[in-house]
Each structure stands twice: as structure tokens, then as C-alpha cells.
């Protein structure tokens, strides 16, 4: 049974940081793109960041540039997204995503195939 398993979210103070995990279970996913996606209350889910399979490759939505940073670790195969600056609109449910196709990531939430279960990020203001 595969698992994607996030962690480190919680509540911050607008322009403190966090560093959100996602852990695989199940199948490694070393060869795989992933990605992060975030869903606020009442609007649709959408995407953050990708990876590819070994990191040479990111994308990071406009919105978060030059504040969030995805990696990974393969050997942990484990996938992190960094959070620096957080402002109050980054408050969401943000999902660890993993893609079956190897090598490529993507910034479509069609693309990926297997989804964690959500993790709430709370930012006061």
C-alpha cells in the first residue's frame, strides 16, 4: 500500500517559517517527479512546487517565488518544501504529491497520481 505521509505543519506568525516533509511508504519514488499543491478553505487546490526525479529540475508557483524552496532526499525518500516569509494568504491544506511516469515533474495536479492526505499550515497575521 502506497503512502504519502506529510509533516511540520502547524501554526506560524506571518514572515516565520516552516519546512513541510512528505514521506513515501510503500514504493520508493526516487525515479519520480512530486510536487506540493495547497487548497484554502473555499477555493480550488492549486499548485506550489515540483521536483524531478533527482532535483535538477524545480518550479515554484509566482506566488510563493523567492519565499519557498522544494528538495528532496532520495535516499530518504522524502521530499521537503521550505516556507520562509510566511504571509497570512499562505494559510492552506498543503498535499504531497507523487507522480507513476519517471524522471519528470509537473505543475498540473492531473498529472500526479498519488496524493497525501493534507497538511494544515495556520499563519497569524
Known amino acids: 500500500q502506497v503512502q504519502l505521509v506529510e509533516s511540520g505543519g502547524g501554526l506560524v506568525q506571518a514572515g516565520g517559517s516552516l519546512r513541510l516533509s512528505c514521506t513515501a511508504s510503500g514504493r520508493t519514488f526516487s525515479r519520480n517527479g512530486m510536487g506540493w499543491f495547497r487548497q484554502a478553505l473555499g477555493k480550488e487546490r492549486e499548485f506550489v512546487a515540483a521536483?524531478?526525479?533527482?532535483?535538477?529540475?524545480?518550479n515554484h508557483a509566482d506566488s510563493v517565488k523567492g519565499r519557498f524552496s522544494i528538495s528532496r532526499d532520495n535516499a530518504k525518500n522524502t521530499v521537503y518544501l521550505q516556507m520562509n516569509s510566511l504571509k497570512p494568504e499562505d494559510a492552506a491544506v498543503y498535499y504531497c504529491?507523487?507522480?507513476?511516469?519517471?524522471?519528470?515533474?509537473?505543475?498540473?495536479?492531473?498529472?500526479?497520481?498519488?496524493w497525501g492526505q493534507g497538511i494544515l499550515v495556520t499563519v497569524s497575521s
Open positions: 504529491a507523487a507522480r507513476s511516469v519517471y524522471y519528470s515533474s509537473s505543475v498540473k495536479r492531473e498529472d500526479y497520481d498519488y
Open positions: 521536483i524531478n526525479w533527482n532535483g535538477g529540475w524545480t
